[in-house]
């Protein structure tokens, strides 16, 4: 018999718990409220495989595809190639890829 109240009580215990309400952080202030954070996706950057050039003209090959300056690559345009880089520009931001690191560049 003492087996089948315990069980009537853990079940209405779990019961309770069900419907209880989450629980309130006590040292939080009385006025505050929690901002949402809103994440911005960027696409990756694309990869500098190789500059070409031939007198003035330039291309470069980002992602196994040869592109020119002014031209778009992932949400990325291309505004100028150097021997050694390309710069790239977003809404927001420029960037420089290098085509070596400087071990790359330096060898021994």
């Given at each position: ?6 069980l009537?009580?853990v ?34 950057l ?36 150097e ?26």
């Amino acid at each position: 018999m003492v087996k089948y109240i315990l069980l009537l009580c853990v079940i209405i215990s779990s019961d309770l718990m069900a419907n209880a309400e989450p629980l309130v952080d006590p040292t939080k202030p009385l006025n505050s409220s929690t901002k949402a954070i809103s994440k911005v996706l960027r696409a990756t950057l694309p990869q500098l495989q190789s500059i070409l050039s031939a007198g003035e003209q330039r291309s470069v090959i980002l992602n196994n595809q040869l592109y020119k300056k002014g031209q778009w690559v992932s949400g990325y345009q291309i505004t100028g190639i150097e021997s050694d880089a390309v710069f790239l520009r977003d809404k927001e931001q420029s960037y420089k890829l290098n085509l070596y690191t400087k071990k790359e560049r330096f060898i021994k």
